[in-house]
């Protein structure tokens, strides 16, 4: 699936993560890798520094500006290189694995860092929902950030799909060994059965933490 909190919050109140750091063995990219991006520092709260070094994740609403939809997203760690979590990220092909509600996945186009894919998903209440995305995947110094976006797929009726969504993940270090992930979504779904948008944009942000956790099990070799 998918997620720089409010800046009109107190720049005194927060702790900034993702600053630069000195070089640690196994925290890198492969040599020749060339630096695509820069990562965006990430606010915490000092109670949400606690949760996140103790392991949770932190689940919260971003400011959106948009008239519909709603932003989530979700902050956490993994205990693993950028290039592990890299890996994982972008195994598109097996998103119907370990992604939340994604029933089928078929990446239509490659090139380098930018993937065409389409998603099926299963919603409950036997609703199915299935939409393209364009991921453009960009490394930075000490981690890596990747974005996607909907775009146009003729045949699917907005009726089967949703009216937008975008996100991206990013991740760099933090700390000696770990990675701070961020995992954020826009999603507007459009009308749902029953008028259940409230039902609909609940669900999608109480998933948020599956994707983290499922990212972590994959990174243990643990693919159930």
Known sequence: MAFSLAAVLSAASFLLVFAPAPARAGGHLPPGQDVACELEPVRLSPGERIAVEAGRIVVREVPEKRAKGRTF??????????????????????????????????????????????????????????????YTVRRAAEGFRVDWVKVIWPEVPLSHSVVDTSGHWQVGMFGEGRLLAV????????????????????????ELPKVIERVRKRLLGDKS
């Open 183 to 206: 995992y954020r979504v826009f999603t507007d779904p459009g009308k749902v059965p029953l008028g259940m948008t409230g039902l609909a944009m609940s669900l999608s942000k109480h």
């Open 73 to 134: 997203e979700a902050v956490g760690t993994f205990a693993a290189s950028a290039e592990d979590a890299l890996r994982i990220v972008t195994d598109f092909r097996h998103y119907d694995e370990f992604m939340p509600r994604v029933e089928r996945v078929a990446v239509t186009e490659e090139s380098p860092g930018v993937f065409l894919v389409e998603q099926h998903l299963k919603l409950p209440l036997g609703v199915r929902r299935r939409y393209r995305l364009r």
